[in-house]
């Protein structure tokens, strides 16, 4: 069964950076598309950006680009989501979710296979 654990969520001013972590196990990680999700109070779990299984394709929500990057390390089973120039409004519950056939970049939730338990990150103004 596969794993997925996020870490490095916390509490950040806006304008600062978080580097978020979510470390696999249990499978084949080198072959999944990977993706990054959040969710706030009160509000739907949406998409926050993906990445192949090479790496070498990403995509990401428009709220995000030019301030997120994601990117993964496929011999420490490991995918980052590096956070730059945050906001209030980036506060939410982030998830990291593997999607097993590798084939699809998708931006819903229904795309992919397994999630992480997620961590919090809270932007102060």
């Known amino acids: 069964q596969v794993q997925l654990v996020e870490s490095g969520g916390g509490l950040v001013q806006a304008g600062g950076s978080l580097i978020l972590s979510c470390a696999a196990s249990?499978?084949?990680?080198?072959?999944?598309?990977m993706g990054w999700f959040r969710q706030a109070p009160g509000k739907e779990r949406e998409f926050v950006g993906a990445?192949?299984?090479?790496?070498?394709?990403?995509y990401y929500a428009d709220s995000v680009k030019g301030r997120f990057t994601i990117s993964r390390d496929n011999y420490k089973n490991t995918v980052y989501l590096q956070m730059n120039s945050l906001k209030p409004e980036d506060t939410a519950v982030y998830y990291c979710?593997?999607?097993?056939?590798?084939?699809?970049?998708?931006?819903?939730?229904?795309?992919?296979?397994?999630w992480g338990q997620g961590t919090q990150v809270t932007v102060s103004s």
């Open positions: 979710a593997a999607e097993r056939s590798g084939l699809r970049l998708g931006a819903a939730t229904y795309d992919y296979d397994y």
């Open positions: 249990g499978g084949d990680f080198s072959m999944y598309s």
């Open positions: 990445i192949s299984w090479t790496g070498s394709s990403t």
